[in-house]
């Protein structure tokens, strides 16, 4: 069996998940453990360790420990943390900033997430604007796993049946945003 | 009143009816809308999900797109998400002139510049503070009396930035709904989270959000929502909801200007209720008869 979590690169030599948490730890080193994130999260039941306890374990325990957690996954970006935390701590981009470092290292446990993610981005690249049907096509090709596409087929067909949207073929070529997407990462790499 | 129109990609697919209801009503009620020519994708949160810069530079695009052309309109989003990706443009690259200086980096494989001089506001936004209620009220012609209305914000368009309503107890939507003749709906899910893309990335965490909102809307005759994330998850997985939950949910979900043209007597064609994945029969006897008024 594959273990569940597996970095991008070889067991010990992680240092770029290192690197890529020291930002997110300088942002909530202020982060007094009052716990109102976790109190306000609609997902806390759902995650391992609750908001409060991630930031914690963030700012005591090294990266890979805190990529084996499903919490950052299972942030909907709903904002109420953020609004309502009493430092003022931006937590939604916290949590955002560990999602980043997962797709940048293609954290094998968090796949299904970076999956989508990525693929999503991908549509946007090749044009510009996101096609919903081509989007999900890549999700699922990305996925490897039947289950997945069979439990969105009865909505795929509901959407079809109204025209909003087309079975696509996955495009290929040179993408509209493709120099875009090379000059950010170029940039994002110098800083 | 005249605004630079961002409709961004769901409103061109799934949430198509929502981008035909909006130019509809707003046409009605005497607003002009300009399209923005060659608008990109914001980004939604996917972008945040992969990349920071490229969270700020798409959004950012559409920004300096809209600076060219002339004028100083507003940037006019229907949908949440967008909303929320311009907006924060707009707000943090005041706070960070390294972050603007990076976005335009990006920005030149467009020939683009982005200078911060445009405002983006969501539909509802303008919907209740430059339109006011009183002139919804005289173009409604057909008025939904006695239909109660669960009104349904969701976070991105009240979160992290409180612009024009209040984050946490939203009451925009209420003078709106009263001017239709419809009565609000009291509940306190109006704000709360409908799970986002994890009814994709992890639907047993979002099907459980989804039926909160549904059990609390239980005795509404429908609900309407300005954000086409929220209106999906609501619509779309009712029956699996149901599955979970042993019930069975039929609850109309509706854009807001779609009930609003409902009112103000717009067509069909105006309105298109038959894109919805599922609007109730029981519902649509609600409705007062256009023939009658």
């Avoid at chain 2, 810069?53 to 798409?58: I, V």
């Avoid at chain 2, 807001?256 to 009112?263: D, F, I, K, T």
Wanted: net charge positive; proline share 6%.
């Amino acid at each position: 069996m594959k273990p569940a979590f597996e970095a991008g690169r070889p067991h010990g030599a992680s240092k770029n998940l290192e690197e890529r948490l020291e930002p997110v730890r300088k942002m909530l080193l202020p982060c007094m453990q009052c716990g109102t994130c976790s109190g306000s999260c609609p997902n806390a039941w759902a995650m391992d360790f609750s908001p409060r306890h991630l930031w914690r374990l963030l700012l005591t325990r090294n990266g890979e420990e805190i990529f084996k957690s499903r919490t950052f996954v299972l942030c909907s970006t709903c904002y109420s943390c953020t609004l309502r935390c009493p430092r003022g701590l931006p937590l939604t981009d916290a949590m955002s900033m560990l999602k980043q470092a997962a797709a940048a290292e293609n954290v094998r446990m968090h796949r299904r997430s970076v999956g989508f993610y990525k693929s999503f981005m991908e549509s946007v690249r090749r044009h510009g604007r996101v096609r919903e049907m081509e989007f999900m096509t890549l999700y699922f090709l990305s996925m490897k796993n039947p289950a997945i596409p069979l439990r969105f087929t009865p909505l795929g067909m509901r959407l079809m049946a109204k025209r909003k949207v087309s079975f696509e073929i996955p495009s290929r070529g040179m993408g509209r945003l493709d120099a875009f997407f090379r000059k950010a990462k170029a940039v994002e790499d110098q800083s | 009143m005249k605004y630079i129109y961002y409709p961004g990609c769901s409103l061109e697919g799934t949430a198509l009816e929502y981008n035909i209801s909006t130019k509809s009503v707003l046409g009605a009620l005497g607003v002009k809308l300009v399209e923005l020519d060659d608008w990109t994708c914001c980004g939604a949160t996917a972008a945040e999900g992969t990349s920071h810069l490229l969270s700020f530079a798409l959004p950012a695009r559409n920004i300096a797109l809209a600076e060219k052309m002339k004028g100083d309109l507003d940037v006019l989003a229907p949908c949440s998400a967008c909303y929320l990706n311009l907006k924060r443009v707009e707000r943090e690259i005041v706070l960070d002139p390294g972050l603007l200086k990076k976005i335009n980096q990006v920005l030149e494989t467009e020939d683009l510049v982005l200078k911060g001089k445009r405002k983006t506001r969501h539909l509802l936004d303008v919907l209740s503070s430059d339109i006011s209620a009183r002139d919804i009220a005289s173009a409604v012609v057909r008025p939904v009396n006695g239909l109660r209305i669960a009104p349904y914000y969701g976070c991105q368009c009240l979160r992290p930035y409180a612009v024009f309503d209040d984050p946490e107890k939203p009451r925009s939507m209420e003078p709106i709904l009263v001017s239709l003749g419809a009565s609000v709906y009291e509940w306190d899910m109006g704000g709360k989270c409908c799970g986002a893309s994890l009814m994709s990335t992890a639907p047993e965490a979002g099907i459980k959000l989804v039926a909160g909102i549904l059990d609390a809307a239980q005795d509404a005759d429908a609900v309407v929502t300005v954000c086409p994330m929220c209106q999906m998850n609501l619509e779309a997985y009712q029956r699996r909801a149901s599955k979970m939950r042993k019930t069975h949910y039929a609850m109309p979900i509706l854009y807001l200007p779609q009930l609003m043209g409902l009112a103000m007597g717009l067509t069909d064609e105006q309105i298109r209720l038959d894109l919805n994945l599922c609007v109730p029969d029981g519902f649509l006897h609600k409705l007062p008869d256009a023939q009658a008024v």
